[in-house]
Each structure stands twice: as C-alpha cells, then as structure tokens.
C-alpha cells in the first residue's frame, strides 16, 4: 500500500489560510473522504485516487499529514482538476492575481460529491435569457417586471421558477423597483407599492438560494436586500413601515451564510461590518433593559464581530495586487476603513456634560482615562489616515489644497469634509485624553493644533464646495466640536464667536457654557435667553444639560424664584444625571 506524507507552509498555506480561515480546527475525526490528483499535462489523462488520511497536524506556519492510498479511482486528473478549479471560482477561491486555487481544499461531503462528478455549469440559458440581459443592460428593470407579470404567476412558469439565473435577474429588478423615490418615504400609497416589490424580489432570491444553495450569490442578494431595508427605515426622513430589528437579524443571518460559502467576500464582511458598528451595537445599548453581566459579555461579543468583519475586508482587500480588483472593491475598502476607525474614536467618551459643569463651577476635574483609550484612538487615527489617503493618493499632512479636495466632493467614497473632520477628532481626542491624564502641555498641545487646523479645514472644503457647486453641506456640528476644544484649551472668546451663530439647540448649550465661563455679566445674560431657547426645543436632545446650565445662570443672577420653577418643573422626572451635574454645580435638589 503507497504511503507518503505531505507538508504544506510559507505563501502556499497563506493560500489555504486566505480561503479557509478555519484550517485551524482541521483533525483526523472531521476527515470523511480525500481526493488526491497530480496536476501537469504529463498527469491529465491518468487517474486520481482515494487516500486515506491517518494523521494531521496543524499549525499556523505549517499544514501536514500522513496519507496512505486506498485505491484508483475511474476519474481521470484533468477531469477533478477541470471541475474544482468551476467549482473554486464560483466560490472565489481564485487567487484575482496569480489564477490559482488553494492545493488543499477544504469542503463539505455535498460540495465533495458535486465536486467528483464534475461542477455544474453555472448559467442555465432559457428563452427569456437573451431578453432579460438586454433590459437590464438598460436598466429597465420595469420592462423586466412587466415581462413576466403578474408576478404572483411566476411560480407557474418552470422556464424562469427553475433557473436561477433568469429568476436572479427577476428579483434584482424587483429589488431596485422596491426603492422608494426621495421624498416619497412617507406616501402611504407610493410605499405600498414599493413594498410589493420589496416582497416579491426576496420570494425570488429564496427560490434561488432553494435551487443552488451553493451559489453564495444569492445568499449575498438576500442579505444586501434586507442591509437595505434597513438603511431605509434608519436613514433621516426614511420611511418608518417596518420593524429595524426583524430586517437586521434577517440581513445578518444571510450575510452569514454567505462568508461560510465565501469567507472571502468583501461585499457580504463589509455589509455585516457595517450593520453590526453602525446599528446593531447602538440597538442593543439602547433598549430597555436592566444591564446584567452577561448584557455586557454579549455586547462585547456583538462588537467583536463587527469588527472582525470590517478587519476582514481590509486584510482581503490589502492582499490584492491586481488593480482591476483593487478598482472593485475600492468603495467596501474606503468604507470600512472610514466605519471602523469612527468606531475605535467613539469607544472614547469625553463625559462632556460632567466636564463643562466641573470646569463651570471651578472643580477638580478628573476621568479615569487608561493606556487602552488611548490605544483606541490610535488605531481610529490610523485607519482614517489610511482612509484618506487611499483615495487621495496623497500621504495625510494637515497642509491640503482645499479648492482640489472641493472638487472631490462627489467622487470620493467618503466625502473629504467627513475624513477631515474624524480626523480633526482623532487629534482633539488624543489633546483631551492626554490632558486628562496629566501629560505636559508642550506634549500634547500639536495635537489640539492639528485637530483644529483639520476642523477649521473641513469647514473651508465645505464652503469652497458650495462655492464650487458641488454641495451644500451644513457645518455647524464642525463648529461646535471647535467651541468644545477652544473651552478646554480656555479660549472661550473663540469659543463663542464660532458657535453664536449656530441655531441647533445641542450647540447652544456649548455657546452658552462658554459666555458662563467668559465670566462676564453681559454674557450670563446672553446665556439665559440662549438656554430658555434650548429649553422649549422638544427635539432637543440634550435638554438636560440645557436645564442645568439654565438653573445655574439663574443662580448666577440671583433669581431664586425661576430656580423653583424650574425645580418644580422637574419635580419627580428629574434623572440620576440632571441630579449628579446640579451637584457638581453646588445646587441643593431635595
């Protein structure tokens, strides 16, 4: 009986690492049938054979194991090798630069069989087949609809219910139909429509996925339909005719299955990525619960899967040489950088509320920052400087050419303005954090100064954009940032001319924090008619602090009396929070 050992290491193991990141878990027990084939014209019409594999070891720098032969079998090398390599690229197991597979292949008994009695063409050509390419072509996806309506009919057609290929076409048609037109997202009867075709495009996928449950494109098209659903009724203005998390956890489940056919895929990591950082993690902080032990193990575990998806799409996307497939996949790239450097500087809260109220009432202020915040920005500070200059082809500096980034505006994946401004955050966190922990101020004040160059940046690209005609963007948010930095730095001056204008109520109440610290009379009084403002704003989503500030001014200015009422106001709706910061600020609450 032939026996023989094989060892697999260096750039081939990465090959098998890149497509099966699992490899790891491989054993002996989990082995149920192994073909081996010699490869080379020489071998192409002899056969190849059954092994049995007596033991494996697995390591992340090598991959070996003992085999023995069990017997030829009636398939020849050139047939298996001809049908794995269909089979591979369908599974986008081709390396996009060199054209070759990985030389173990990890599948399933299904896919083993289909495999050894030779893959499947993919696309089954029908009548309709020519027709549909050259609607959609067109992107008449209404022609495609109509073609084949009514659609409830369709199932009794085998033509199209049996060929994935034609019905893929159906339902993406479908899918673009079920998009509601701007400023129609909340039109009863325009969403009624809309959502019939929504229902018909995911009845369509499913009988795709039913009849080749391999295919991972069409798992990929389930889930990118239902990541919609939920960009749609999450976006401002969007239509509010469905249930976030039903659309979620279907989006999520279907990204799934296709990153277990296809780890590989850039479109279905970034999607799950995105979901999970985006809306996922903030869906479940924010429902009503009281917060348990395994809450806060669960969202860990929540928030590691979407980072090790976006990590994903970075780590594939950076292996690329070939720069068609780089072009791809540029937009998932840019992205995911953009997506998870927000998330590492969002993980850093500056507890502003306490902060403005303990620098007000001339406390000791302290938070207890650590070296892994600090680490957080820093990983959000490289990855959005990598973001930057991906597409800008440019290494980051905070010296740019404002009018060319203008002209970026609409071209880039992410917009300038929104990479200057993490940007000008990442530094400004980086001054705060490092402050809070009493570094030096000649170690940490570039930081503030590259923050606020960046900011100040954001804020010409937007209007030299405007002026350009290439969009017109409210900044104002950008100015409030600036007004929080200019107090911490105690420049309120400049902190009040660059928010005074600002109407938004959240702003207001940075405003008037710095006219309280400017600690000028005139000034508190500017604040009092600021803050009442903020106050009667039922959108105002910072209310609370609006509230404080405004009792404190009134202490200020003596008037014990609008202090009651406010009091009174308060009086059995006041939070742990309101509370907390009036303490801070030597207000008595009863």
């Known amino acids: 009986m032939l026996r023989g050992k094989y060892n697999l290491y260096g750039k081939y193991l990465e090959g098998v690492k890149e497509v099966f990141p699992n490899y ?16 080379g014209k020489e071998n192409s019409k002899k056969n190849c054979f059954l092994l049995n594999i007596n033991n494996v070891n697995v390591y992340e720098s090598k991959l070996s194991f003992d085999f023995n ?4 079998l009636d398939i020849s090398n050139e047939f298996i090798n001809k049908s794995l390599y269909k089979f591979a690229w369908r599974s986008d197991w081709v390396d996009r630069t060199t054209g070759y597979f990985p030389l173990i292949c990890i599948v399933d008994k299904l896919d083993f069989d289909t495999i050894r009695k030779g893959t499947p063409n993919l696309k089954k050509v029908s009548s309709y087949s020519a027709e549909l390419e050259e609607l959609k072509g067109k992107n008449d996806w209404r022609g495609i609809c109509n073609r084949f309506s009514p659609l409830e009919e369709v199932k009794n057609n085998k033509e199209i219910w049996d060929n994935p290929s034609d019905l893929y076409n159906l ?19 325009h969403l009624k429509t809309v959502k019939k075709y929504r229902e018909y495009s995911i009845y369509f996928y499913e009988r795709c996925y039913e009849l080749d449950p391999r295919n991972f494109r069409y798992p990929l098209a389930l889930g990118y339909r ?22 979620m956890t279907n989006a999520i489940n279907w990204l799934n299955k296709t990153i277990e056919l296809n780890p590989r895929s850039i479109k279905a990591n970034y ?8 809306k996922k993690i903030d869906n479940f902080k924010y429902a009503p619960r009281k917060w348990t032990a395994e809450d806060f193990e669960e969202l860990k575990e929540i928030e590691a899967d979407g980072v090790k998806s976006l990590e994903r799409v970075i780590d594939i996307y950076e292996k690329y040489k070939d720069d068609k497939y780089k072009s791809i996949f540029l937009r998932e790239y840019v992205k995911a950088l953009y997506t998870l450097g927000t998330f590492y500087l969002e993980k850093v809260e500056l507890h502003w509320d306490y902060y403005i109220c303990l620098k007000i009432s001339d ?6 920052y650590s070296s892994e915040d600090t680490r957080y920005i820093s990983r959000g500070k490289k990855l959005l400087e990598k973001c930057f200059e991906v597409e800008s082809k440019t290494l980051f500096n905070k010296d740019m050419d404002v009018s060319e980034l203008a002209k970026n505006i609409g071209k880039w994946h992410v917009s300038p303005i929104d990479k200057l401004y993490k940007l000008g955050i990442s530094n400004l966190k980086t001054y705060f954090v490092l402050k809070m922990l009493g570094v030096n101020s000649n170690k940490i004040d570039k930081y503030g100064d590259v923050g606020e160059k960046l900011l100040l940046t954001a804020i010409e690209v937007a209007y030299e954009g405007k002026r350009q005609k290439n969009i017109r963007r409210n900044t104002n948010y950008i100015n409030e940032k600036l007004g929080k930095y200019y107090i911490i730095s105690e420049r309120y001056g400049s902190a009040i001319k660059i928010t005074k204008n600002c109407r938004q109520s959240y702003i207001k109440n940075t405003y008037a924090g710095a006219l309280i610290l400017s600690k000028d009379k005139n000034n508190i009084n500017k604040a009092i008619n600021v803050l009442k403002s903020a106050k009667e704003d039922r959108y105002n989503l910072s209310r609370e602090l609006s509230l404080v500030l405004l009792i404190y001014t009134y202490k200020l200015s003596d008037e014990n009396q609008k202090i009651g009422e ?19 600020l030597d207000i008595g609450v009863c």
């Open 24 to 39: 790891l878990k491989l054993d002996k027990s989990s082995i149920k049938g192994c073909i081996g084939y010699l490869k």
């Open 69 to 72: 032969v069990v017997q030829e």
């Open 171 to 189: 339902a993406f048609a479908c899918s673009k139909l079920g998009e509601p037109k701007n400023g129609l997202e909340r039109d009863k009867k």
């Open 226 to 247: 239902y990541y919609l659903n939920v960009m749609e009724l999450t976006k401002q203005k969007g239509r509010k005719d469905g249930n976030v998390n039903y659309e």
């Open 271 to 278: 999607r799950k990525g995105k979901l999970i950082i985006d």
């Open 363 to 368: 406390k000791k202020i302290k938070f207890d």
């Open 566 to 584: 406010l009091m009174e106001e308060l009086d059995g709706s006041m939070s742990k929070k309101s509370r907390k910061l009036l303490e801070v």
